[in-house]
């Protein structure tokens, strides 16, 4: 077979049989092999990846950081002074911390790679006659496929058929208004904005639907030409990174100011030699710096995101990390986040007769029943009327493989076809004998869906679906279950909305009216009057178990769960109850919001947690309604339409499975499987993360406190020798603080986790609790090693560099104490959980001990470091020293309990 000719740019100057011919292909699409070998010669349908940095501009780029350029500096006056051991232990520090955070950023780069991945558009196709849909880089040239509203278009495409189809060329055009498409050829010197018969990789379908075959795939489509353009990498930015940034800037100037003083103190006062005194200086800067901080914070955070992803929540924006900490009211829709989606038809309401129907989900397995009785479709024309409207006003198709049934389209037409079989209906038996000539498809603005048949007797008939009061307006007779034709009863219908709804039921009209025969197009017009009302049916879309779980646990963490959905009241009340949202009786409307001005909205959302009949302009109200009165909100939303309330939400979430591909770009999560309980999850993961976070903190910086206050110590009262020198010190701040504190990053979640109110947003980094932990650990941290090292300075035969052995030993004894009680910040650490419940924390335990004993015992570390051995009485000593910073830290936990208990103040 001749190759398609491919090597023009004028698809929109051609009209469709040529471009047909030239693609060799049909309005049927290709055929799975066709498109198989032609996905092997062109490659897959998606971008060359955007320009990275070099590995060594990310490398050095590691090293922009003020605390580095201490260090930096501290290395320099080392070397000034021709202390070259201390020097290349410096510098060495800084290759290390720089190597973490080169391995760190290649491992975040895979990371968005993978989200990027997991988050490309799908595409409707056709292959071998049939609808399917595959992932967008499977594309080849000459596909056919379908395009509607809500969706992006995944390749550069030549429209063949377009109803209604607009598209937002914004990206390419920079034109606001959405362009009007049609199928007729243009001149070849046309402009892309005047280009009405193609439609462009990365575009979107705003109204309408359409198809075309696809003309160029990858970097031939007009958006891979200025890939360089637009493809620029996520620059990762974070409110916890800008406190980070600001928090590192005070610390360095407080490092700085006691530097100097105390290299004034020791000039001025003690007597210290110039050489000495800078040293001095230097080994208090350096035992300040937690060198390790930045390192153990990427990867604390690089951690949460993994595990997130592990639990189909995929975080697009890393500040959704922390804002779900923060998280006071999730807003939910209902179909498929908090029910099943898997729905089902339950009721059935004719002109005079009301049905149960047996069985739950796609399988078509179930009766059709008047009370106990089976109902005998033929005796029933009404009945059959609309089985039949069901399924062929319907653009969606049932699938089975073995016992498993699953819909590919809307999950209401999945549960209207499933009743057609039912019914005994066969859909290619319907098709044959009902050809479809066009369609109206459903819009929001619109809210129904109709279709035009004609049969092979002359007739043509039009069939309609939607919602029960749009419908009724629509219809001028309803139908008897006789078959004859009489007034519309509104009060009856009324009346059965409400039984059905009142049962947690979702109720969808049905009605159809002939039309005249040679009618081959359906226009809007041609619906709005004269249809033949056949019935109601209620449709069912049970509850997840794990939703209402979730729901419980959302209430148990001080957060108000609301549901806002586009359901009838009745029935949003009923599924609410069920799932423990609200109290069954009181809900408002989307004419309700209407009807307020934004102050009594305001009031109105605190007290009310159910929105029915919401459309996506209300949801947006919404959301600022709850931001205006200081709640940090987090909105679900699946659809085009919900992207302004997604982006206006502080953590907007949007559906991996049925979700809109502009609803996710607009979003900061996308929850893979659809499910609320993945949300609940994802609060209590961006709680954990900043609690360890926290820890961390909390470790590291007492560390670096106790380090430095020995030394300032030393200096203050005139110590003949520095009881820890500026090697020794890099040594525990990068093998010790480092290598327990990162176990903190694996920290399960605490106990309470999910049973205490959200995180205050504003609050800072370091609250005056933390500050006050800081200084009492690092307080206690310098008796401990300062004891010891005076100590050995008073044991016969004990040398100075024993005596500093002891010194540095006693503090990281310390550290290891304190990891146990650091794991849970207020509450007791005297219990199993706390000792045992992190095997990583045993795991480093082991390896510091390990490390520790080269450090003390090994010539060879002995002569780098300056160290000396140890008996077993000075042993003894030090583990005693750390069983006592230990329990002293659990009494001033249990202080500031019962001062927590008596007062009803923040923990921390």
């Given amino acids: 077979m001749e190759e398609p000719n491919l090597n023009h740019n004028q698809w929109h100057s051609l009209d469709n049989e040529h471009i047909f011919d030239e693609l060799q292909s049909t309005e049927k699409g290709l055929s799975t092999e066709e498109a198989q070998k032609r996905l092997q010669e062109y490659g897959p349908n998606s971008l060359p990846p955007a320009q990275k940095r070099g590995p060594v501009k990310r490398f050095f780029a590691q090293m922009h950081n003020v605390l580095i350029y201490l260090l930096l500096a501290a290395a320099g006056v080392t070397a000034f002074l021709g202390e070259w051991l201390d020097t290349w232990v410096i510098l060495g520090v800084v290759i290390i911390n720089t190597f973490i955070g080169f391995i760190q950023e290649g491992k975040a780069e895979k990371a968005l790679d993978a ?169 208090l800067a350096v035992a300040a710096i937690p060198e390790g901080l930045p390192a153990i914070m990427t ?16 975080i697009r924006q890393l500040p959704a990390v922390e804002t779900l900490g923060s998280v006071t009211v999730i807003c939910s829709d209902k179909t498929g986040t908090l029910t099943r989606n898997e729905m089902t038809v339950k009721t059935i309401v004719t002109g005079g007769t009301n049905y149960d129907v047996d069985g739950v989900g796609y399988k078509p397995v179930g009766n059709i029943c008047i009370g106990d009785q089976r109902a005998r479709i033929e005796e029933h024309p009404s009945l059959e009327w609309m089985a ?37 209906l066969d859909r290619k038996q319907e098709q044959g004998k009902f050809p479809r000539d066009d369609s109206i498809p459903f819009e929001s603005d619109n809210r129904f869906m109709a279709t035009l048949h004609h049969d092979h007797q002359g007739k043509s008939y039009v069939l309609v ?81 794990e939703a209402i779980e979730g729901v419980r646990l959302c209430q148990t963490a001080g957060i108000r769960v609301k549901m806002i959905t586009g359901d009838h009241a009745l029935t949003a009340r009923a599924i609410g109850k069920e799932l423990g949202i609200g109290d069954g009786e009181i809900s408002l409307t989307g004419q309700d919001v209407e009807n307020m001005n934004d102050e009594e909205l305001s009031e109105a959302v605190m007290e009310v947690d159910i929105f029915a009949r919401s459309s996506p302009e209300h949801k947006l109200r919404l959301v600022k309604a709850l931001q205006a009165q200081g709640q940090i909100v987090s909105m679900t939303g699946d659809g085009v339409n919900d992207a302004p309330a997604l982006k206006r939400a502080d953590v907007g979430v949007a559906m991996g499975q049925k979700g809109t591909e502009v609803s996710k770009e607009a979003s900061k999560m996308v929850l893979a499987d659809d499910n609320f309980a993945s949300i609940v999850d994802a ?41 820890i020198t500026p090697v020794q010190i890099l040594w525990v701040n990068m093998v010790t603080a480092v290598t327990l504190a990162l176990v903190l990053a694996f920290d399960p979640p605490e106990k309470n986790v999910m049973n205490r109110p959200p995180r205050d947003p504003v609050e800072p980094l370091l609250s005056p609790f933390l500050i006050w932990r800081v200084a009492f650990v690092s307080m206690i941290l310098v008796v401990g090693s300062l004891s010891m090292f005076q100590w050995g300075l008073e044991q016969p035969g004990m040398s100075l560099e024993s005596a500093r052995s002891a010194a540095i030993n006693g503090l990281v004894v310390g550290q290891i104490f304190y990891l146990f009680s650091v794991r849970s910040i207020m509450d007791t650490s005297l219990n199993p959980q706390a000792i045992f419940g992190n095997a990583y924390a045993w795991v480093a335990v082991a390896a510091v001990v390990v490390l520790q004993g080269m450090f003390t015992y090994s010539p060879p570390m002995q002569h780098l470091f300056g160290t000396g051995p140890l008996d077993v009485y000075a042993w003894s000593r030090i583990i005693w020293i750390g069983i006592a910073i230990f329990m002293v830290v659990e009494l001033e936990k249990l202080v500031w309990r019962k001062r927590i208990m008596k007062n009803g103040e923040s923990s921390y």
């Fill in 388 to 424: 039949r409207v069901g399924l062929l006003c319907n653009d969606s198709y049932l699938e089975h493989e073995n016992d498993d049934w699953r819909i590919y389209g809307d999950p209401t037409e999945g549960a209207l076809l499933t009743l057609a079989l039912k019914a005994g």
């Fill in 299 to 314: 990867i604390t955070l690089a951690l949460g995101v993994q595990r997130m992803a592990r639990r189909n929540s995929i």
């Fill in 683 to 723: 609060v209590r993961e961006g709680r954990t993360i900043y609690d360890n976070l926290k820890k961390a903190i909390l470790f590291i910086l007492p560390t670096n406190g106790g380090q430095a206050g020995a030394i300032l110590v030393a200096i203050l009262v005139g110590m003949a020798h520095m009881p």
């Fill in 115 to 283: 989200i990027r991945n997991m988050l490309s558009p799908q595409a409707q196709v056709l292959r071998d006659d049939k609808k399917t849909q595959i992932a967008a880089d499977a594309l080849v040239p000459g596909d056919v496929i379908i395009l509607q509203s809500g969706d992006k278009v995944p390749a550069d495409v030549r429209l063949f058929r377009a109803r209604d189809l607009r598209i937002d060329e914004a990206m390419l055009t920079g034109e606001s208004v959405p362009t009007e498409k049609q199928t007729g050829a243009v001149k070849a010197d046309a402009a892309i904005g005047d280009r009405r018969g193609m439609a462009y990789s990365g575009t979107l379908a705003t109204y309408g639907q359409g198809r075309g075959v696809v003309v160029g795939t990858g970097s031939q489509t007009e958006i891979g030409r200025i890939n360089t353009m637009l493809a620029e990498v996520e620059t990762i930015t974070t409110p916890l990174l800008r406190k980070m940034d600001h928090f590192g800037r005070m610390l360095t100037i407080a490092i700085l100011v006691l530097a100097a003083f105390s290299f004034v103190v020791g000039m001025l006062f003690q007597g210290y030699d110039l050489v000495e005194n800078l040293l001095a200086a230097v080994s």
């Fill in 465 to 545: 679906k939607g919602a029960p009061e749009r419908l009724l307006e629509m219809c001028s007779q309803e139908e008897g279950d006789d078959g004859s034709a009489r007034e519309v009863d509104h009060n009856y219908w009324q009346e059965q909305i409400k039984h059905i709804a009142s049962r947690g039921q979702r109720t969808l009209a049905l009605a159809y009216k002939e039309a005249p025969a040679e009618k081959q197009e359906l226009k809007y017009d041609d619906v709005q009057e004269g249809l033949t009302f056949l019935g109601l049916v209620g449709i069912i879309d049970p509850p997840r178990n």
